[in-house]
């Protein structure tokens, strides 16, 4: 499988709930964002991870927290959201952080609906 | 601090026309690039053409040609001979060396047949 691929594409939950969005890539890219779209907005950016590492935390609430156990995957575990954190979560994958020139490949994002 | 400015929320072209879409940006680096992606109802944004700031001339892939103006920080898309795959949104980005892309809100194509 090749790309960015990300899971669920779509997501229901509670407040009280707890879930995790997966995304997976099979670029060989060692970075990887998560991006968060909502309507009339731009893309905002949430978190960055480079060679595993987070270099990046946009000023994000915690109840999103990020995990990068390796270069292939990242997750985003929710807990306790608010009605207001409904998007659509975007990750995308780069070949290296600092180093913009190939553009990022995104994935098709998870549509995230909070009840 | 980066900014992209795209200052047409939608825009509609007839099949087979040419449209051109607009996009501003600011940023302090020397060195940096600029893109425009496509999201089609897929979701999935793709990488429709990418210009590197150093270069004068202007990138072409196929249908999809950029003007790229440095000094007006002003990087258009046009695309020629519209076709109904081509309805959209469409992001334009900025990306240097700190390493993030910074999108634009996004414009919305239609294309009518």
């Known amino acids: 499988e090749t790309g960015v691929t990300q899971t669920p594409r779509h997501l229901v939950m509670g407040m009280t709930n707890k879930k995790s969005l997966k995304c997976e890539q099979h670029?060989?890219?060692?970075?990887m964002y998560w991006y968060k779209q909502s309507a009339k907005k731009p893309l905002e950016l949430m978190f960055v991870?480079?060679?595993?590492?987070?270099?990046e935390n946009n000023s994000v609430p915690s109840r999103f927290s990020p995990e990068c156990p390796n270069s292939s995957h990242l997750f985003l575990h929710l807990h306790t959201l608010q009605p207001e954190d409904s998007a659509l979560y975007l990750c995308?994958?780069?070949?290296?952080?600092?180093?913009?020139?190939?553009?990022?490949?995104f994935g098709s994002g998870t549509r995230l609906t909070v009840v | 601090a980066q900014t992209v400015t795209q200052s047409q929320p939608e825009m509609s072209v007839q099949e087979a026309e040419t449209v051109t879409l607009s996009c501003t940006y600011d940023?302090?680096?020397?060195?940096?690039?600029l893109f425009w992606y496509k999201q089609p109802p897929s979701r999935q944004m793709i990488l429709v053409i990418r210009?590197?700031?150093?270069?004068?001339q202007n990138a072409t892939e196929n249908r999809f040609s950029v003007n790229f103006q440095k000094a007006a920080k002003s990087f258009s898309l046009k695309i020629s001979d519209s076709q109904l795959g081509d309805a959209a949104m469409y992001f334009c980005?900025?990306?240097?060396?700190?390493?993030?892309?910074?999108f634009g809100k996004g414009t919305k194509l239609s294309v009518k047949p």
């Open positions: 995308a994958s780069s070949q290296d952080w600092g180093t913009p020139g190939s553009g990022y490949t």
């Open positions: 670029l060989g890219h060692n970075a």
């Open positions: 991870y480079s060679l595993e590492e987070r270099v």
């Open positions: 940023t302090s680096e020397s060195d940096y690039y």
């Open positions: 210009q590197e700031a150093y270069k004068q």
């Open positions: 980005a900025s990306g240097g060396s700190q390493g993030n892309l910074i």
